[in-house]
């Protein structure tokens, strides 16, 4: 250490010159860090979608998810498989341990999907996987429609030109389309019109794929060029087709149109999107996890801003979902909370040191320090997110302690050495004093560090919010350490000698001595009293405590916010569109609604495996507008339709929860169990158990339900007798209903499919299907009631599975009452009143789940980092005693904290708790500097123990730990004045804890401290 100081003293002007770098480099890379809203937050995940059209649920199951899954399974660092099966697609998730690398795990999937590929049935499509994606994907949400172009025209501008421009800015994943109605050549075919022309499906399948054959021309080789030979198709047009010859009738050719109605047509939608008020196209632009948002944001606004000249008729909406307003907001604030919070810790120093050198040198460690940390996030890869921040803003008056601590001892020391016969160099004055503090500095800054090491160990969705805000704290309280020990000393060497001539302390310290020294004295006489008052309050902190409400993480400020209407399984899309669209109007013309977008049911390679009866409505409301008055009116149109399960949220709130348990509620009761029935039984049991508890909201069954299905039987001894095989009914019966396709036409770049299809008339209902003529060997037609029994069974819409067995939630949120006191009570009375059969069992989920794991985790953690600080205490003080004092007057702290969570709302968070952490470092910080300046008085300057000793130590240490709590503190005071602002979410609570415990610890330290010192701190010759 005396090193360090020496080195910094002989080469003052080295480090001068090197502060001043520091500040450039880190002005210069300001604009290169990327921003963010939060840390990523959600593990690895890699999800399997295979399409398989028209096959049940439970088959999808049986012969895609289940072998994709047991394939998958014993997979390196995988944490869980969830699967879900609907009609025709299967999805499978691979969620990682946090941690692994993306791209490795997608390589190990990708290994084993390959060798599953052969096992799946034919009729279902290749395996996809889907692209990388972030916990927050959805970068952006942008609305398209047109008054004078029609839904398919839209869709071909979107996925042939729009789509693949966005496609190729770095960071985007995927641009999933909604409402897409894709250009196709129909040929709809009606088995009656094909006999009446002695022609067969098969007939008209070969002459389409004939005339929309690619193929290779070959070359042509004269003597002095080669000319390749293309064959140019003529099928432009559904005209051109329908004049394609099938066959030759009397000489003449029969023609494809008249034989078959052929047009310009769209398939069957899967989903469907609604934007202000009418049908149109949503674009869902998916960022990947290691994109930064904001960057993304500006280059899809200017593709699009690019983009709009050729889209003179098409009205374009950016704003539906922009979650970069909310970053920009969120920055914004917490940056001007920041700046305030310098200014105050500036003023505070201006104040207490009443000397503009001293000051400037306690405040360049501000810069210094916070530059550092973010430099350091930024080469190692991370974001400057609103948790970095809010670590850097919590650091902000801490990271001036060690500043203050040396520049005030200096700076005394100067002025009593200005007083001698023969005064010392101001080399060896200033070196000295920097000695004499270095263990208060020292090992205060190590203690700090080390009451936050608990949250680098937190795991989950915790630890991945978390742990970014404990490093940047971190990083800047060694920074500022660093500061101390190099800087700070050669500044002071340079521009404080000539101050050493003020003997005077400054108005304000002076009169908080006065004060002060006729305080303390009567808390001494009366020791027992003020001991006794002590440990009242702590016990009263403590036994207060448990009155406190439990939460994860508070709610959001966002001005996006999406609403899930899912009503009963096998509604279709139209009905699905007229709620929508009635929606849209009663919330547009809420005050303060911008836009609407809503998307109805899936898209192709999309993120959601749903059914046309779920829909996400999504607002954005202007950020002028009165945020919970607008929230409470769109609240009530929501919950207008009760006919159908609806919520509320912001996409933050949303995503979180997904992230927890893949459910979007915020307590989760999973059931696992082999049996869909009793599965679904025993899931009503369990929400008729939770419906009645005081707070729940919300409440629903998550939709597992039998829906009906059109079976078609087979009749192998009438199939005999017509010489018909099951595939050859497959076939014919699924090309008219499905629709097969047979070729493709090629346009300016363009593809457009060829679709054999069965006329409207034969596929509208069940007796379509009874009477659909089938082609026998002979050439006659027969109808398909003949070889099949046709009929409605009942079959489930999805089936969902984790841990290789089949599940379903029970899902509520909590309104009126803390999240813990009604997960505690849902769980006691769920196991008291459900009776589980045996194979079933209940797991609890959601938010709850993951505070209590996350709390107890940093409980068990925290005692382990106060025996560390413990030890410390012991190394520095090297006596039992005097470590007993300090460590004993961190409780004080607790006091006013616990007082500050019931001021900030009376729940405690996640962010709460870390906010405890923090305040204990500060704590003892100014505990060190009263007792070590107690033993330097007595080591040093020969001063016996007793109340001169205390009084005087007391008095000269008032200045600094003042000064330390109130810059600490003032730097939080924006966060509390400016209010529950958007990105202050998470640190409005906290700051409040850390205020709260931060008064009464250095209340407690200036006047309990010095009694107890006075009635134990006598230290024995010997340990």
């Not at 925290?862 to 005693?881: H, N």
């Amino acid at each position: 250490m005396n090193w360090i100081v020496t080195t910094a003293l002989r080469f003052r002007a080295l480090m001068l010159a090197l502060a001043i770098t520091l500040i450039v480099v880190g002005v210069r890379s300001a604009d290169q860090i990327p921003l963010d809203v939060f840390p990523e937050f959600a593990p690895p995940v890699v999800e399997i979608q295979t399409e398989a059209p028209g096959i049940s649920t439970e088959e999808v199951e049986a012969l895609i998810t289940v072998p994709i899954e047991n394939s998958l399974s014993g997979i390196p660092y995988v944490e869980a498989i969830r699967s879900k099966s609907v009609l025709g697609l299967s999805s499978v998730k691979m969620i990682f341990k946090r941690g692994t690398d993306l791209i490795t795990a997608r390589q190990l999937v990708n290994e084993r999907l390959a060798q599953a590929v052969p096992n799946l049935p034919q009729v279902s499509s290749s395996p996809v996987i889907l692209p990388p994606l972030s916990s927050l994907s959805r970068a952006m949400k942008i609305g398209l429609q047109s008054e004078k172009l029609s839904q398919m025209d839209l869709t071909v501008l979107s996925k042939w030109t729009i789509r693949p421009r966005l496609m190729s800015i770095p960071g985007i994943a995927n641009v999933a389309i909604w409402g897409d109605y894709d250009r196709q050549f129909q040929v709809l075919i009606d088995p009656d019109r094909l006999q009446k022309n002695g022609v067969t499906m098969a007939d008209v399948e070969l002459a389409v794929r004939n005339a929309t054959t690619v193929g290779s021309g070959g070359f042509v080789d004269t003597p002095n060029q080669r000319f390749p030979v293309r064959h140019d198709s003529y099928i432009k047009s559904a005209d051109d087709l329908a004049q394609v010859s099938v066959a030759f009738r009397n000489g003449s050719a029969l023609r494809l149109g008249d034989v078959a109605d052929v047009k310009i047509g769209s398939p069957p939608p899967i989903g469907d999107a609604i934007i202000n008020d009418v049908p149109g196209i949503m674009l869902i632009v998916e960022k990947q996890p290691w994109a930064n948002t904001l960057e993304v944001t500006h280059q899809v606004e200017q593709a699009m801003a690019e983009l709009a000249p050729g889209m003179p008729d098409v009205h374009v909406d950016t704003t539906i979902f922009r979650p970069a307003t909310f970053i920009e907001r969120a920055l914004e604030n917490l940056s001007r909370s920041l700046l305030i919070g310098c200014v105050l810790v500036v003023v505070v120093l201006i104040f207490f040191l009443y000397d503009w050198r001293a000051a400037v040198i306690s405040s360049l460690a501000i810069p210094l320090s916070l530059i550092t940390a973010a430099l350091v996030l930024y080469y190692r890869g991370q974001t400057i997110n609103t948790m970095v921040l809010a670590g850097l803003i919590i650091a902000l008056g801490e990271v001036v302690d060690d500043a203050i601590i040396d520049v005030e001892n200096i700076l005394r020391r100067l002025k009593l050495n200005s007083k001698l016969e023969k005064p010392a160099t101001p080399f060896k004055v200033v070196l000295d004093a920097s000695l004499e503090v270095r263990s208060a500095v020292v090992y205060a800054s190590v203690i700090v560090v080390l009451t936050l090491v608990p949250v680098f160990f937190l795991e989950g969705l915790a630890g991945s919010f978390f742990r970014p805000l404990a490093a940047s704290y971190v990083l800047a309280i060694l920074a500022s350490l660093a500061v101390a020990l190099t800087i700070t000393p050669a500044l002071s060497l340079i521009l404080l000698p000539g101050a050493a001539h003020r003997e005077k302390d400054a108005p304000l310290t002076a009169g908080l001595k006065a004060i002060y020294r006729w305080i303390l004295p009567l808390m001494m006489s009366g020791s027992r009293t003020v001991i006794g008052t002590a440990v009242i309050l702590v016990a009263g902190a403590v036994c207060a405590y448990p009155y406190l409400g439990e939460e994860l993480l508070p709610k959001f400020k966002e001005t996006d916010f999406l609403m899930h209407w899912v009503e009963k399984p096998g509604i279709g899309i139209d009905a699905m569109n007229r709620i929508t669209i009635r929606a849209s109007k009663e919330l547009r013309s809420i005050d303060g609604v911008r836009n609407f977008g809503a998307h109805i049911g899936r898209a192709k390679v999309a993120d959601e495996v749903v059914g046309p009866n779920f829909t996400e409505l999504w607002i954005s409301i202007d950020e002028d507008a009165p945020y919970d008055e607008t929230v409470a009116k769109v609240q009530e149109v929501v919950d207008g339709y009760p006919g159908l399960y609806r919520d509320l949220l912001t996409y933050l709130t949303e995503r979180i929860k997904e992230v927890l348990s893949g459910a979007s509620g915020a307590i989760v009761v999973r059931i696992y169990g082999p049996n869909l029935e009793e599965l679904r039984s025993t899931a009503e049991e369990v929400a008729a158990a939770m419906k009645d508890i005081e707070g729940v909201s919300s409440l629903k069954v998550e939709q597992q339900v039998l829906v009906p299905q059109i079976l078609v039987k087979f009749l192998p001894e009438k199939m005999a007798e017509f010489g018909l095989t099951p595939a050859e009914i497959i076939n014919a019966s699924s090309t008219l209903i499905k629709g097969k396709k047979v070729g493709e036409v090629y346009e300016d770049q363009m593809i457009f499919d060829v679709v054999l299809w069965g006329e409207e008339s034969l596929r509208k209902d069940i007796d379509s299907l009874s009477h659909l003529m089938i082609e026998t060997t002979s050439g006659a037609r027969i109808p398909m009631t003949e070889v099949a029994d046709i009929d409605i069974v009942p079959t489930p819409n999805a089936i969902q599975r984790e841990k290789t067995s089949r599940r379903i939630d029970v899902i509520c949120n909590t309104e009126g009452r803390d999240l813990g006191s009604v997960a505690r009570e849902i769980e006691e009375k769920v196991l008291a009143s459900v009776d589980f059969k045996q194979g079933y069992h209940p797991e609890f989920l959601g938010e709850y789940a993951e505070a209590k794991a996350s709390k107890e985790k940093l409980m068990l953690l925290s005692l382990f980092s106060l025996s560390g600080v413990f030890l410390l205490l012991l190394a520095d003080f090297q006596s039992m005693r005097l470590a007993l004092i300090v460590f004993l007057s961190l409780p004080f702290a607790l006091i006013g904290g616990i007082a500050g969570a019931f001021l900030g709302g009376g729940i405690i968070s996640l962010g709460s708790l870390i906010g405890f952490v923090t305040v204990l470092g500060v704590a003892a910080r100014n505990g060190i500097m009263l007792i070590g300046h107690y033993q330097y008085l007595q080591d040093e300057e020969g001063m016996s123990f007793g109340r001169e000793l205390i009084l005087k130590g007391a008095e000269e240490r008032l200045a600094p730990i003042l000064m330390t709590a109130l810059t600490t503190g003032l730097a939080l005071v924006p966060l509390v004045i400016s209010g529950n602002l958007p990105g202050h979410e998470i640190e409005y609570p906290m700051a409040f804890v850390i205020l709260g415990g931060l008064t009464t610890s250095t209340v407690m330290n200036l006047l309990v401290l010095p009694v107890l010192y006075s009635k134990w701190g006598r230290v024995p010759s010997s340990i």
